[in-house]
């Protein structure tokens, strides 16, 4: 017997070993942008723990095959990682697989956040397919041998099975103890490592009690009460709050703008107005220039579920997955009781995002998807912003003649990544330097979804419901990723300072109410979980008198805010009206940047106490949201 050919199965276990924690070393410089060597043992221990253990209980005809089969399966899922990470910017959990069949309705978006360096987590299966054939071609079949290794290979390869069971075991458990405390889940996941943060993940959850709470929620209102009293939101003057009632019965639109950043609003490029139509209704109106997304990994349907309800997103699954099988308090439900029907109008199918179970809970009267739109072929979607508001305007003006109010919710998808449109909807031309890049489609795509919004306010002239209508836009969540547009270059372009946290956070608001000829800047700090407060106090809705509980805050009638924001930036972080503040283990080793300057922020100690009551807020919000009932 050729012993060259003898090869003990032992030696799959030390490379595919070996293998594995080369990719998560890749996956950790992709994820952190450096390789931490104090870390580094974090992510081998549960490589050799798994390992370890198949090699026990595995037979040996199939040793080799079931450790390959690990390495295939573990760089599918390192891969994946990659790829969600480039596109979301947060390291995934095991959570994340509850919207892998989100994947193909956004195809196109997730094909182009693909890089070459993700497919190096193929590269040994590749090279040991194509040894494999070199082999097969050159010798014919390959004849397989018994391993029979001697006596003391054996006994070294048990020593390292129980050194790698034992070691790897107790390395894990040390890692995944000592990141547990952390706040940041990027510390946590750099600290613990990839696999080990899955399981820092799963007792997390395992400790929140999943989706369903323990308690009574008039007792978790009693506190959420307590807690908001002690932080200074409002003026002190008594009486009724500015603007009350000034809308009264009117009906509402409220756009929900995709991957719309505020930074294009009044901006020219090339001398072309970038904006022309949003400028002119904040002009007229109420605009909010400091207000942030807070969405959770739900993204737009998280959006639609936070301004419908003032409750912020759990920050590990979307609410719309999680949260579709409440009676969720809301606006809909709030305007129903007074006389309005409430209706929600996308291009794309309602069972993307799980929508067909949010509307109900959310107490929608209906929807409008994908086969009520005349399909232009925009996107991957298929229809554009225009045929959105056509259909809006012809079923909304059918409501008015019934003389019954209204409220619509009418998400755009005209700007989604990666923002390329047919060139005959392209409304600007964008500078040779800019050809080709992220920044020039995406401004060309935002400037096409204003020039449609454009097209709905002539519609609800036309019909003659633009006088009795408060219109309300804003910006589901960021558009432009850093690593794909630095900071310089959209400097460069607009001549606007812009900061990669703050600015690519900032959304726009607009509030254009009949009637209102001399717009109102109201520099106030405010989040998507404002609008519903602010919308309701415009239309004479009291949410104390209702007993609504919302988490956010009518900007109109505050004179001081805090918002809280987690998964795109760690639990901890918050907005307040002076600085953005990003927590490193926890408080005291965070980080500040001003909102005024975009510079760092160095004595952070007066924060303390708005780091400590966001932790408390959306820990409260989501006890709250897990108490309520199921339909």
Known sequence: MNERKNKPLQAHFYIVAG?????????????????????????LAPVLLVMGVLALITPGRMKKAVFWSLNIILSLLFFAASVYFNHFGSVPTYLALYELNQVFQVKESVESTIELVDYLFFADLAAVMLYSLFRRWKHGSVRHFSSQPSRSARRVYLVVLLVAIIGGGSLSVYSIDSARGITNELVQAESAGFLNYEV?????????????????????????????????YRDSAGGLPVYFGSQSGKN?????????QNFPLHQSLDGQELTPVLNSLADEGFYFPRVYQQIGPGNTSDAEFMSNTSIYPIGTLAMSTGFGDRELPSLPRLLRDQGYEAYTFHVNKVGFWNRNELYPALGFNGYYDKGYFNNDHFNAFGASD????????????ALQKKGTPFYAQLVTASSHHPFQIPDSFKKITVPDNLQGTMLGDYLTAINYTDYAIGTLVERLKQQGLWDNTVLVMYGDHFGLQPKDV???????ALGTPYDERVSRFNIPLIMHVPGMTQGSVVERTGGQLDILPTVANLLGVSLKDEGFTAFGHDLLNINRNVIGMRYYLPSGSFFNDEVMFVPGKGFADGQAVSLDTLQPVTDISKYQGDYDYILKLMGLSDEYVKLLPQR
């Open 19 to 43: 293998l594995l924690w080369l990719k998560l070393l890749l996956l950790r410089g992709l994820f952190f942008d450096r390789i931490a060597w104090q870390w580094i043992a974090a992510d």
């Open 252 to 260: 509402v639109i409220i756009i929900q703008m995709e991957a719309f």
């Open 386 to 397: 225009e045929q959105l508001y056509a259909t809006a305007v012809d079923k909304l003006a």
């Open 200 to 232: 820092v993940a799963a007792l997390k959850a395992q400790e929140d009690n999943g989706l369903i709470g323990t308690g009574d929620i008039n007792e978790t209102i009693a506190k959420i009460a307590a807690l908001e009293a002690t932080y200074p």
């Open 486 to 492: 630095p900071a310089e270059q959209v400097e460069e």
